[in-house]
């Protein structure tokens, strides 16, 4: 695997032995964290893997990434003053223009002079007697903490795929997660990339136009739409700030962060003819969620969503010249049931005459060769592979840290049989651990912004509960907990998400256990049930 240019020495300062509170990671929920934490005069201490804020947009600078939340959208609401001066350039914004926002979030706050780059934590252990947590560092650091936050996101622990004879391969390789902070120039060479996911859907494109020929490894078709991405208008930039009150409270009461119009009917009470122009024009918005809330039964009924696939199908097959190439494209599973891509040009760079389509299905890898990849029927030559395999999402980058909490208590032990959480924020065994956006909470099924400022605020409004009654601990009790993971599971039982055999439900790491993480009600019902917890004194949760 390349190194990128973040592989520096450490941080060469030493952090204080204590602090109120440390957080792990710098990226938008540690940011906005720090700012929270010192206005209510709290000391805090962020580490950070990386050598600058920005979390995702820090680590995933491949070709072509982007977010597929609308820039307006995907932002802080927490200062009026930070959403008037910003200037968004691009309705979906390339990982640049993010990192430049995160970084100017840094700056305007002066976050960095708490933050300690280049530093991993790899421990923390709870000490019940005096409730507080010792977290250790990659370069021998201790802190001692009364609480304890992971704001590690959903997505951060990249995963390779398991095939035999990685590290055979004598030419370049590269991870998307992991992107060399110089660039890489494929031009002229013989790139294969595995993975056709968001990643995969977005670098294709760009990958294709620069290399001499690009080969894709696809075990899983995706749903693709066009993002239909564009330079804002000032008009609209206008319109916005001097809307954004309203807008960010419809962000917050609606289902997935984002205001959408709320569908009345299902797709099967209307002509094939009335729903399929419905589909057209929300194939036009370009907007992840458009076709999806067209009616009401699309997550829920295969009936329904079925006219849904057949639609992306249709467009799939008018697109893509090759009518076998066409095919292979075609997902077979339920539309949203795996995280729906938003690409430019995707599904046309198949049209170019150096770019082909391995469908896996067929013809399955069987190693990694000195020379390239070697499938069932064939050995494919290379001179780079790009591993766009995604991320043992949601739990492993707090599986990753070695997290001990009431007597000895290892989460990853607790978690053995899937997350248990409560309100995927905190975890029975773990007292004053709190985990922003964790599993048992909307997080990736919701713009993440407005899902990371709902737990930063819940946290810091139960941590500063507990400091107004002279409280020292909080922590779930297992009755709590498991009707929490029973509802999480029921809501997820109601949709067709648990079809396919995506991330949302562990199937893409091998052992993991099958169990749908995210919690599928909603962001607005999720925020009540969390104020309704809070305003009834924590209920669920043990306060000492
Ligand atoms: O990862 P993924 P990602 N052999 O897990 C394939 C967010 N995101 O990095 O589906 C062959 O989606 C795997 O195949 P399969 C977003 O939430 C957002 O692309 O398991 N193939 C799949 O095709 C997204 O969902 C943005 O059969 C193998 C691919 O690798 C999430 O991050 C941009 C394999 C992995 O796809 C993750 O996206 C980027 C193997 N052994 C990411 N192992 C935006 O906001 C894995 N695969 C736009």
């Not at 005069?41 to 995702?56: H, K, M, Q, R, Y």
């Not at 370069?139 to 996101?153: E, K, L, P, Q, W």
């Not at 090759?322 to 430019?344: F, I, S």
């Not at 001179?383 to 492993?396: K, Q």
Request: hydrophobic residues 35%; contains cysteine.
């Amino acid at each position: 695997m390349s190194v990128s240019s973040n592989n520096q020495p450490s941080d060469p300062r030493t952090p204080p032995a204590s602090a109120d509170v440390v957080v792990v990671g710098a990226g938008f929920s540690g940011m906005y964290l720090l700012h929270r934490l010192r206005a209510m005069n709290l000391s805090a201490i962020v580490f950070e893997a990386g050598t600058d804020v920005g979390g995702t947009w820090y680590w995933n600078r491949y070709p072509g990434a982007r977010v597929d939340v609308e820039s307006l959208a995907y932002s802080y609401s927490f200062s009026e003053e930070l959403e008037q001066e910003y200037e968004w350039e691009e309705r979906y914004p390339t990982q640049p223009e993010i990192l430049r926002y995160a970084q100017h979030v840094a700056d305007r706050f002066d976050l960095r002079r708490d933050i300690y780059f280049r530093t991993r934590v790899t421990a923390a252990v709870y000490d019940e007697n005096h409730a507080t947590w010792t977290i250790r560092t990659d370069h021998g650091d201790a802190v001692t903490a009364r609480f304890f936050v992971m704001a590690t996101g959903c997505l951060s622990a990249s995963k390779l795929p398991e095939i035999p004879g990685l590290s055979r391969f004598q030419g370049a390789t590269y991870h998307t997660a992991h992107w060399p902070h110089e660039g890489v120039d494929f031009t002229g060479m013989r790139v294969g990339i595995i993975g056709t996911g968001s990643s995969g859907v977005q670098s294709i494109p760009v990958i294709a136009e620069q290399a001499a020929d690009l080969t894709v490894f696809q075990r899983t078709p995706a749903y693709s739409l066009p993002a239909r991405n564009r330079r804002l208008r000032p008009e609209e930039i206008a319109e916005m700030k001097a809307n954004y009150r309203a807008f960010r409270q419809a962000q917050r009461e609606s289902g997935f962060g984002l205001p959408t119009p709320i569908p009345t009917q299902s797709a099967l009470e209307v002509s094939e003819e009335e729903r399929n122009a419905v589909y057209e024009k929300a194939w036009e918005v370009g907007s992840l969620v458009a076709i999806l809330t067209s009616y009401t039964d699309l997550t829920t009924s295969q009936e329904a969503n079925d006219t849904a696939k057949a639609f992306v199908h249709r467009k799939i097959r008018e697109i893509v010249k090759d009518p076998q190439t066409a095919e292979d494209l075609c997902p077979d599973y339920p539309l949203g049931t795996k995280r729906p891509c938003l690409d430019t040009n995707y599904y046309e760079t198949y049209n170019r005459d150096n770019v082909h389509l391995v469908n896996l299905r067929r013809t399955p890898i069987v190693k990694i060769t000195e020379r390239g990849i070697r499938c069932s029927d064939r050995e494919y030559e290379f001179d780079a592979i790009v591993y766009a395999t995604g991320f043992d999402a949601m739990t492993g980058a707090l599986t990753n840290v070695d997290i001990r909490g009431r007597d000895g208590l290892s989460i990853k032990e607790a978690w053995r049989a899937g997350p248990r959480t409560y309100l995927g924020i905190a975890s029975a065994g773990f007292p004053n651990l709190f985990m922003i956006t964790g599993p048992g909470s909307p997080s990736v099924l919701s713009n993440m912004i407005v899902s990371i400022e709902q737990h930063v605020d819940w946290v810091l409004d139960a941590i500063g509960h507990l400091d107004r009654n002279g409280l020292k601990a909080i922590e779930p009790t297992v009755e709590a907990q498991d009707a929490w993971v029973d509802h999480v599971n029921e809501i997820a039982s109601y949709t067709l998400y648990p079809k396919a055999n995506s991330w949302y439900m562990g199937a893409n790491v091998p052992g993991k256990p099958r169990v749908f993480m995210p919690y599928a009600g909603g962001v607005g019902e999720y925020r009540k049930k969390c104020d309704e917890v809070a305003a009834r004194g924590y209920e669920g949760f043990v306060l000492s």
